[in-house]
């Protein structure tokens, strides 16, 4: 495919890059503006920059070989409902967050622990998963970016690696996340661009929509139906999976650190989970388009289905046009790669060295030293040390999901959770999915068909976080809470944190009175419980293979966890009370018809009727309508809230 169109475009790009590296370079200052791009950002560039970084190879170039092999149920659970996870982990996360990094200097995940819960153990163990699963994610990331780069410039694979590898590290470590989020912003800006393009380019190869769904369909029926060849419960359980763990996510949490101004939340959600949307038609279109060519006889099948999206655009589209696609594909990894050098940089020189009693002077410069240490180290792993992959892929989004949603999701709403929870947690996490692959491997352990791993952590590390937090001493958990929430850390029980000078935040920076705020907290609690027990419900029929017990309650958990992050101002609560309550119901009525009918033999849409419910109305209601909302709730939001506090200068 190396010609000189793809050469020009190829080297455009990555110049592109560089330059934007070494304007970044020229405001780098501090660690601030390195690890969080000086807290400067906008809602566009944060919110582009959230999906491009969410929106990796895997979601792009995985998720079109898997629908041309299994069919739209691959989208199921890797994609249609995502955009509603980005609506969730803003109403979950997104104005807490914000005002923490104001209030404590909080530049990553392990930071927000640390001043959430002034726990040791629990500092130590989200910093070394951050570190771990970085380097994990690294290891995708670069195998994606040889095989992508090797096309365009007709390398072999490892020296396409270290070329994507090379450019994503000199402009991360010359610019840092100051770096990382425009040139998402540009990589994501591409990756909508070409996605469109190439969705209706497919279909009118392979003779339109129509066509392509009579023909699959009549060499395969099942290959339209909503779950496909897969059980049940495997594919909602991974359904719930990708939904609720976008809220636990580091480099989506990160981008709410970063933002100038909490005004600049209200539209973020909507223009992120609309372009995750967009590029979802990336793998619709290609997956399908060539499925029903192959059939047609059209087309040659690929020789495996990872060569899907590449053997389409050799054979079907001019190498100037392939080249901009392929493009797009590698944008969408460098994106994925530049967040997570930053956020293991971050982890090691400033939380892991510091939660074991070694703080980092110089954390600029080592941070970029670090950058470029995960950049070699990933891209070792993956050629020299391939034996520690497959350990290494357990670490991905299923782990950090389980890691992070309870210690921060409900942890920075819910005054009763602890340190101690916080650190199970986050154990539990990491060796479940590292345990499962283990064993799995060594044939000690064979796991059930309907069983989702990844599913299966989330719900049970959210559950042990609840129980742990319910068990364990709770004396000082309210006023540590009130601490974080105020912004006043007091002592410090970790040995590595100093106290904000309490003239750094007002006399009273919560609008509600004692009674407004126990009021508030006893309706987190029941949140709480709710969503406990839902997770239950949910858990029991990912491991007893019951698809019921996980569909009918999923649009409940989304309506408990928009209210959750509404509940700690009580009077924004009772004014979107009931339109939430209405929104979970449309979804609850939407989902129960899809997952009523997924066996039955009636037509909507050219597609089975569940399937069709799927495409035609929920994706686009969801994709759409849960940022809106959310833009509404934060807008009430803001006309009820104080103004904000004064950035404290240092958690050190």
Same mark, same amino acid.
């Given at each position: 495919?190396?010609?000189?169109?793809?050469?020009?475009?190829?080297a455009?790009?990555?110049?592109?890059?560089?330059?934007?590296?070494?304007?970044?370079?020229?405001?780098?200052k501090?660690?601030k503006?390195?690890?969080?791009?000086?807290?400067?950002? /906008?809602?566009f560039?944060?919110?582009i920059?959230?999906? @491009?970084?969410?929106?990796s190879?895997?979601?792009?170039?995985?998720?079109?070989?898997?629908?041309?092999?299994?069919g #739209?149920?691959?989208?199921l659970?890797?994609a249609?409902?995502?955009? $509603?996870?980005?609506a969730?982990?803003?109403?979950?996360?997104?104005?807490?967050?914000?005002?923490?990094?104001?209030?404590?200097?909080?530049? =990553?995940?392990?930071d927000?622990?640390?001043?959430?819960?002034?726990?040791?153990?629990?500092?130590?163990?989200?910093?070394?998963?951050?570190? !771990?699963?970085?380097?994990?994610?690294?290891?995708?990331?670069?195998?994606?970016?040889?095989?992508?780069?090797?096309?365009?410039?007709?390398?072999?694979?490892?020296?396409?690696?270290?070329?994507?590898?090379g450019?994503v590290?000199?402009? #991360?470590?010359a610019?840092?996340?100051?770096a990382?989020?425009?040139?998402?912003?540009?990589?994501?800006?591409?990756?909508?661009?070409m996605?469109?393009?190439?969705?209706?380019?497919?279909?009118?190869?392979? /003779?339109?929509?129509?066509?392509?769904?009579?023909?699959? @369909?009549?060499?395969?029926?099942?290959?339209?139906?909503?779950?496909?060849?897969?059980?049940?419960?495997f594919?909602?359980?991974?359904?719930?999976?990708?939904?609720?763990?976008?809220?636990?996510?580091?480099?989506?949490?990160?981008?709410?650190?970063?933002?100038?101004?909490?005004?600049?939340?209200?539209? /973020?959600?909507?223009? @992120? /989970?609309?372009?995750?949307?967009?590029?979802?038609?990336?793998?619709?279109g290609?997956?399908?388009?060539?499925?029903?060519?192959?059939?047609?006889?059209?087309?040659?099948?690929?020789?495996t289905?990872?060569?899907?999206?590449?053997d389409?655009?050799?054979?079907?589209?001019?190498?100037?046009?392939?080249?901009?696609?392929?493009?797009?594909?590698?944008?969408?990894?460098?994106?994925?790669?530049?967040?997570?050098?930053?956020?293991?940089?971050?982890?090691?020189?400033?939380d892991?060295?510091?939660?074991?009693?070694?703080?980092?002077?110089?954390?600029?410069?080592? =941070?970029?030293?670090?950058?470029?240490?995960?950049?070699?180290?990933? !891209?070792?792993?993956?050629?020299?040390?391939?034996?520690?992959?497959?350990?290494?892929g357990?670490?991905?989004?299923?782990?950090f999901?389980?890691?992070?949603l309870?210690?921060?999701?409900?942890?920075?709403?819910w005054?009763?959770?602890?340190?101690?929870?916080?650190?199970?947690?986050?154990?539990?996490?990491?060796?479940?999915?590292?345990?499962?692959?283990?064993?799995?491997?060594?044939g000690?352990?064979?796991?059930?068909?309907?069983?989702?791993?990844?599913?299966?952590s $989330?719900?049970?590390?959210v559950?042990?976080?609840?129980?742990?937090?319910?068990?364990?001493?709770?004396?000082? =958990?309210?006023?540590?809470?009130?601490?974080f929430?105020?912004?006043?850390?007091?002592g410090?029980?970790?040995?590595?944190?100093?106290?904000?000078?309490?003239?750094?935040?007002?006399?009273?920076?919560?609008?509600?009175?004692?009674?407004?705020?126990?009021?508030?907290?006893?309706?987190?609690?029941?949140?709480?419980?709710?969503l406990?027990?839902?997770?239950?419900?949910?858990l029991?029929?990912?491991?007893?293979?019951?698809?019921?017990?996980?569909?009918?309650?999923?649009?409940?958990?989304?309506?408990?966890?928009?209210?959750l992050?509404?509940?700690?101002?009580?009077?924004?609560?009772?004014?979107?009370?009931?339109?939430?309550?209405?929104?979970?119901?449309?979804?609850f009525?939407?989902?129960?018809?899809?997952?009523?009918?997924?066996?039955?033999?009636?037509?909507?849409?050219?597609?089975?009727?569940?399937?069709?419910?799927?495409?035609?109305?929920?994706?686009?209601?969801?994709?759409? #309508?849960?940022?809106?909302l959310?833009?509404?709730?934060h807008?009430?939001? $803001?006309?009820?809230?104080?103004?904000?506090?004064?950035?404290?200068?240092?958690?050190?």
């Open positions: 495919m190396e010609s000189v169109s793809v050469i020009v475009i190829i455009v790009y990555f110049l592109l890059m560089f330059a934007i590296g070494f304007w970044a370079n020229r405001r780098m501090s660690s503006e390195f690890l969080v791009a000086g807290q400067s950002l /906008g809602f560039v944060m919110a920059a959230s999906f @491009s970084s969410i929106q190879g895997w979601g792009m170039v995985g998720n079109t070989g898997a629908v041309y092999d299994i #739209t149920s691959a989208l659970g890797a249609f409902l995502v955009p $509603l996870g980005f969730l982990a803003w109403f979950l996360l997104g104005s807490r967050l914000h005002r923490a990094a104001g209030r404590h200097s909080a530049y =990553s995940v392990p927000l622990v640390r001043a959430r819960y002034r726990s040791r153990p629990a500092h130590i163990a989200m910093s070394a998963a951050m570190a !771990v699963g970085a380097v994990a994610y690294m290891t995708s990331q670069i195998s994606a970016m040889g095989i992508i780069a090797s096309l365009l410039l007709g390398t072999s694979v490892q020296t396409g690696a270290w070329i994507g590898a450019v590290a000199v402009y #991360t470590v610019g840092g996340m100051l990382a989020v425009w040139t998402d912003l540009i990589q994501g800006l591409l990756m909508i661009v996605s469109v393009a190439i969705f209706f380019f497919a279909l009118f190869a392979a /003779g339109g929509w129509s066509a392509v769904l009579l023909t699959t @369909s009549a060499a395969d029926p099942a290959y339209l139906s909503l779950t496909g060849p897969q059980p049940e419960a594919i909602f359980g991974y359904m719930v999976l990708l939904v609720f763990g976008a809220a636990g996510q580091p480099q989506l949490i990160t981008k709410f650190l970063m933002l100038k101004d909490r005004r600049e939340l209200r539209w /973020g959600a909507a223009v @992120s /989970g609309v372009a995750y949307g967009v590029t979802t038609l990336f793998s619709l290609i997956g399908l388009s060539l499925k029903a060519m192959v059939i047609s006889g059209d087309a040659a099948a690929p020789e289905i990872d060569n899907t999206t590449t389409f655009l050799s054979q079907f589209t001019s190498p100037v046009v392939a080249g901009l696609a392929l493009t797009a594909l590698l944008a969408a990894v460098m994106s994925s790669a530049s967040s997570f050098i930053t956020i293991g940089a971050a982890a090691v020189v400033r892991l060295s510091s939660s074991l009693g070694f703080p980092v002077r110089r954390e600029l410069l080592w =941070s970029r030293i670090m950058s470029a240490v995960i950049t070699v180290l990933a !891209v070792l792993l993956v050629f020299y040390l391939s034996q520690a992959i497959f350990i290494l357990a670490i991905g989004w299923a782990a999901a389980a890691a992070i309870g210690p921060i999701g409900i942890g920075v709403h005054r009763r959770a602890t340190g101690t929870a916080a650190a199970s947690a986050v154990i539990v996490a990491l060796g479940s999915n590292l345990l499962v692959v283990v064993l799995e491997a060594g000690v352990l064979t796991v059930a068909p309907h069983m989702h791993v990844g599913g299966i $989330l719900m049970l590390s559950l042990v976080f609840v129980g742990v937090s319910l068990l364990t001493p709770g004396e000082r =958990s309210a006023q540590l809470f009130r601490e929430e105020s912004g006043d850390l007091g410090s029980s970790d040995g590595g944190s100093a106290a904000v000078p309490p003239a750094a935040v007002p006399p009273s920076t919560v609008s509600q009175s004692a009674g407004g705020i126990a009021a508030a907290g006893r309706t987190v609690g029941r949140l709480v419980g709710a406990s027990l839902i997770c239950a419900v949910m029991v029929g990912m491991l007893a293979d019951l698809p019921a017990l996980i569909i009918y309650p999923t649009p409940v958990l989304v309506g408990v966890i928009m209210l992050g509404c509940a700690g101002d009580p009077g924004v609560l009772r004014a979107v009370r009931v339109p939430l309550l209405a929104y979970t119901g449309v979804l009525v939407l989902m129960t018809a899809m997952a009523a009918t997924r066996h039955s033999e009636a037509v909507f849409g050219g597609m089975p009727v569940a399937t069709g419910i799927l495409l035609y109305v929920i994706w686009p209601f969801t994709t759409v #309508t849960a940022g809106l959310y833009a509404w709730v807008s009430l939001t $803001l006309r009820s809230a104080p103004a904000e506090a004064p950035r404290a200068e240092s958690l050190r």
